[in-house]
T-cell receptor
Framework: TQLLEQSPQFLSIQEGENLTVYCNSS?????LQWYRQEPGEGPVLLVT?????EVKKLKRLTFQFGDARKDSSLHITAAQPGDTGLYLC???????????FGTGTQLKVEL | DAGVIQSPRHEVTEMGQEVTLRCKPI?????LFWYRQTMMRGLELLIY????????DSGMPEDRFSAKMPNASFSTLKIQPSEPRDSAVYFC??????????????FGPGTRLTVL
């Protein structure tokens, strides 16, 4: 079973601070995705990374796929309260379109 | 354009009762997924369908759980009989299925199930 461990599990910061969330596995993934889930809603895709070493930017969010395609990170610059939510990484497993989701990082950004 | 629709949004029932959760995927999507989310276990895949056919049900916890997809626009997840440990948020998601594992999955708002 391909597991995805995320760290930290919980993160509470002040508006304007920077942060990094990690997604690690002992297995190689053909791609990794990052989703954000707000309270009372389903997860929403933020980005998909498919090439080892790839870096993608989405406004203040920077995503990186590890060179060996076993890990990924999400860096948020100058966090805002609107960034609050559960961040989930996910990778394809078992062939087909099946996804395994990571353990999640709950982020709270306070004023 | 409507997203994935789930009903009911909230369900409270008593142990032993039958529970049916409903999902309408995004029109044209070939894949439909049922997930369960709890604090302890996170987001777990229960079963997924491709073109209305169940492909992988290895995540279904036990025989009390069953899922059907009678047509491309409707799926149900049934729990009979329900138990308190089934309390969770159940999500339905759908995708095009054109990019393999790199496909975007579109999630519904979820059904919060409480079994007393």
């Amino acid at each position: 079973t391909q597991l995805l461990e995320q760290s930290p599990q919980f993160l509470s910061i002040q508006e304007g601070e920077n942060l990094t969330v990690y997604c690690n596995s002992s297995s190689v993934f053909s791609s990794l995705q990052w989703y954000r889930q707000e309270p009372g809603e389903g997860p929403v895709l933020l980005v998909t990374v498919v090439t080892g070493g790839e870096v993608k930017k989405l406004k203040r969010l920077t995503f990186q796929f590890g060179d060996a395609r076993k890990d990924s990170s999400l860096h948020i610059t100058a966090a805002q309260p609107g960034d609050t939510g559960l961040y989930l990484c996910a990778g394809p497993t078992g062939g087909g379109n099946k996804l395994t989701f990571g353990t999640g990082t709950q982020l709270k950004v306070e004023l | 354009d409507a997203g994935v629709i789930q009903s009911p949004r909230h369900e409270v029932t008593e142990m032993g009762q039958e529970v049916t959760l409903r999902c309408k995927p995004i029109s044209g999507h070939d894949y439909l997924f049922w997930y369960r989310q709890t604090m302890m276990r996170g987001l777990e895949l229960l079963i997924y369908f491709n073109n209305n056919v169940p492909i992988d049900d290895s995540g279904m916890p036990e025989d009390r759980f069953s899922a059907k997809m009678p047509n491309a626009s409707f799926s149900t997840l049934k729990i009979q009989p329900s138990e308190p440990r089934d309390s969770a948020v159940y999500f339905c998601a759908s995708s095009w299925g054109t990019s393999g594992g790199a496909d975007t999955q579109y999630f519904g708002p979820g059904t919060r199930l409480t079994v007393l």
